[in-house]
């Protein structure tokens, strides 16, 4: 199953945390990581108040189910210092979310897939279009369609993978 994973980090070297995320994931059973975007900076998406983020998108081809995905980077999130808090998108040590998983659609009390935000977030659409020009979603949405009505606000290429 081809997966697309976004990584984001604004807390405890952010650089360093989307790396070792990545070097991570190559580690994960029954997994192989096909391609990396370039790191990018981002504004936050909730309070204004903390750092800007670190993002990227990595593709994988895994053997996981979604939900053992899920586990697995959960597992590297906590790894690295996650702490789940009330505030939703307050900073963080390190944030994976699966964006795509195949070309399902999944609707559970632990997972939304496609990822409900994907379609309004541009730290995820434009490294997302680096790796995967030609994507199509799920409901037929083609991402290109999806980049020209993101606005970037701010997003900048600021180091590779």
């Known amino acids: ?11 405890a070297d952010p650089l360093s945390q989307a790396r070792l995320a990545v070097k991570t994931l ?16 981002s504004t936050p998406m909730g309070p204004q108040d903390q750092p800007d983020y670190v993002n990227a ?19 590297i999130e906590l790894a690295q210092g996650r702490v789940r808090k009330e505030n939703r998108w307050g ?21 939304t897939i496609p990822h409900y ?10 490294p997302l279009q680096e790796i995967a020009p030609d994507l199509v979603l799920p409901d037929m949405t083609h ?7 993101c606005d970037k606000n701010g997003l900048t290429i600021i180091g590779q993978l």
Do not use: H
């Open 117 to 126: 935000g994907m379609r309004q977030r541009e730290f995820v659409l434009y």
């Open 26 to 41: 190559q580690q994960l059973p029954r997994t192989t990581v096909l391609k990396c975007s370039s790191l990018y900076s």
């Open 143 to 149: 991402l290109s369609q999806l980049t020209r009505l």
């Open 1 to 11: 199953m081809i997966s697309y994973i976004g990584i984001g980090s604004n807390q």
């Open 91 to 111: 900073p963080r040590t390190l944030d994976l979310d699966i964006i795509l998983y195949d070309n399902q659609n999944i609707a559970n009390e632990r997972l």
């Open 57 to 75: 998108v990595a593709e994988l081809d895994t053997q996981l189910s979604a939900l053992e995905l899920l586990d697995e980077l959960q597992k």
